[in-house]
C-alpha cells in the first residue's frame, strides 16, 4: 500500500492550492484520511481529517480557508487551501487508515509529505 501525494508548491499570501493524495496497492477498506503539515521546529499537526461516511473536523488555524474532501471511488483525498496565509508554509502530510487485503486489521499510512510555501 502506498500513498502519493502531489500538488504542493510556492504561492503568494492570498492564494490557492490544491493538494491531492491517491492510495494504492491491495487496499479493502479505507476509514479516515487526512492531512497534516509540519512546519521547522515544529510538531506535526492536524490541517484536516475525513471519514468514510464524509465527516469533517479541522484545524482552528484553518476552518473557513481549507476544505477536504474525497473520492472514495479513487482512493483519493483532496485538501483545497485557500486565502493562505504566510504561517501556513509547511510540509504537508497525507495519512489514511486502511485494511488491506488478507487482513481484519486497520493500520496507518503516510504518504511522502508535500512542500507547501506562502510568500508575504
Known amino acids: 500500500v502506498q500513498l502519493q501525494a502531489s500538488g504542493g508548491g510556492l504561492v503568494q499570501a492570498g492564494g490557492s492550492l490544491r493538494l491531492s493524495c491517491a492510495a494504492s496497492?491491495?487496499?479493502?477498506?479505507?476509514?479516515?484520511m487526512g492531512w497534516y503539515r509540519q512546519a521547522p521546529g515544529k510538531q506535526r499537526e492536524l490541517v484536516a481529517a475525513?471519514?468514510?461516511?464524509?465527516?469533517?473536523n479541522y484545524a482552528d488555524s484553518v476552518k473557513g480557508r481549507f476544505t477536504i474532501s474525497r473520492d472514495n471511488a479513487k482512493n483519493t483525498v483532496y485538501l483545497q487551501m485557500n486565502s493562505l496565509k504566510p504561517e501556513d508554509t509547511a510540509v504537508y502530510y497525507c495519512?489514511?487508515?486502511?485494511?488491506?487485503?488478507?487482513?481484519?486489521?486497520?493500520?496507518?499510512?503516510w504518504g511522502q509529505g508535500t512542500q507547501v510555501t506562502v510568500s508575504s
Open positions: 495519512k489514511a487508515e486502511i485494511r488491506r487485503v488478507g487482513t481484519y486489521e486497520w493500520y496507518a499510512y
Open positions: 496497492g491491495s487496499i479493502v477498506s479505507i476509514n479516515t
Open positions: 475525513i471519514t468514510s461516511g464524509g465527516s469533517t
